[in-house]
């Protein structure tokens, strides 16, 4: 069963920057759809962004719109999310989840039930 591993959560001042890791445990093929989700306390798991990992299509809430990127690296099975101008309202648990059924992500890049392997997330505060 393909493994994630998170990894770059911390604590950081609001306006900061964080990187997010994620390792997978097997070649990311050119078919698959990688998310990052988050969840904070007392709230639902939500969809952060998104990568199709055969043209690199990107994919993002419009509350991280221009402060969040997602990249990936082939070579490494890893998958990156940037943080920018983090705020409060970032503070979260941070999950990376794979698409295992080799679709691109779509519209329903942000549909838990779609993907069948998470990570165990990492955390992210953001406080001053």
């Known amino acids: 069963q393909m493994q994630l591993e998170e990894s770059g959560g911390g604590s950081v001042q609001p306006g900061g920057s964080l990187r997010l890791s994620c390792l997978v445990s097997e070649y990311i093929s050119e078919r698959y759809c990688l998310s990052w989700f988050r969840q904070a306390p007392g709230k639902e798991r939500e969809g952060v962004a998104a990568?199709?990992?055969?043209?690199?299509?990107?994919y993002r809430s419009g509350s991280v719109e221009g402060r969040f990127t997602v990249s990936q690296d082939k070579e490494r099975n890893t998958v990156y999310l940037q943080m920018n101008s983090l705020n409060t309202e970032d503070s979260a648990m941070y999950y990376c989840a794979v698409d295992t059924l080799r679709r691109p992500c779509g519209t329903s890049w942000g549909t838990i039930g779609r993907f069948g392997s998470w990570g165990q997330g990492t955390q992210v505060t953001v406080s001053s």
């Open positions: 990568i199709s990992s055969r043209y690199g299509a990107t």
